[in-house]
């Protein structure tokens, strides 16, 4: 059972350009929603995290958007650098319970094309 | 300042050894994850340690698996009689507080197993 399905599965997005990575969730109790990066060889680092009692979050060229109701939440990127080309992952998770796992969606792979 | 670190970062076992995996996660974190990433995928959750109780260990493929964390600092993931579908990357995480939701992560053990 696939928890937090993402799409799409690649992205090719031209330099400056905005990037929009989709994910959908399941589970009405997940309280938590993450984004991570992951370049090749490394492991997946956090971008930006929400929690659903706010519709939006920013951080520099990075905004999460967060529609509690539909149980969808997206990444936007802004202004797309080739540095940015890298594995995106969704993640959500229920804090307070006792294991604040996080279940990973399938991932988007984006290149930054100069 | 150091980060989650694991070791070795690849290893190579021949079918039917046993494997033994490191993570020391950031100094002073309660919380400390393992995942199992395949090529492709998303992470998937393996087991949870809140200090040195092992809190939820659902997500272990067999009793093949098994993982400690017996001062409540580093942790080893052994996989005995290792078997082909075993090959992934295996990510540690930690996070500071036992409800905690940020969790940092290594670079992971690349495992192949011929």
């Known amino acids: 059972q696939q928890q937090v399905k993402q799409s799409p599965q690649s992205l090719i997005v031209q330099k400056g350009g905005i990037s929009i990575i989709n994910c959908a969730y399941e589970n009405t109790a997940f309280d938590y929603f993450p984004w991570y990066q992951q370049f090749p060889g490394k492991g997946p680092a956090l971008l930006i995290a929400i929690r659903p009692d706010v519709s939006e979050k920013k951080e520099g060229r990075f905004t999460i958007s967060f529609n509690k109701s539909a149980k969808q939440f997206s990444l936007h990127i802004m202004d797309s650098q080739p540095g940015d080309s890298a594995t995106y992952f969704c993640a959500a998770s229920r804090a307070g319970g006792a294991t604040n796992k996080l279940i990973f969606g399938t991932g988007t792979l984006l290149a930054v094309q100069p | 300042g150091a980060g989650v670190s694991q070791s070795p970062r690849y290893k190579v076992a021949k079918r039917g050894q046993d494997v033994a995996l490191r993570c020391d996660p950031i100094s002073g974190h309660v919380s400390l994850f393992w995942y199992q990433q395949a090529l492709g995928q998303g992470p998937e959750f393996l087991t949870y340690?809140?200090?040195?109780?092992?809190?939820?260990k659902s997500g272990l493929p067999s009793d093949r698996f098994f993982a400690e964390r017996p001062e409540g600092s580093v942790s080893t993931l052994k996989i005995q009689r290792t078997q082909q579908e075993d090959s992934a990357v295996y990510l540690c995480?930690?996070?500071?507080?036992?409800?905690?939701?940020?969790?940092?992560f290594g670079p992971g053990t690349r495992l192949t197993v011929l």
């Open positions: 995480a930690s996070s500071e507080r036992a409800s905690g939701d940020t969790q940092y």
């Open positions: 340690f809140q200090n040195e109780a092992q809190l939820d």
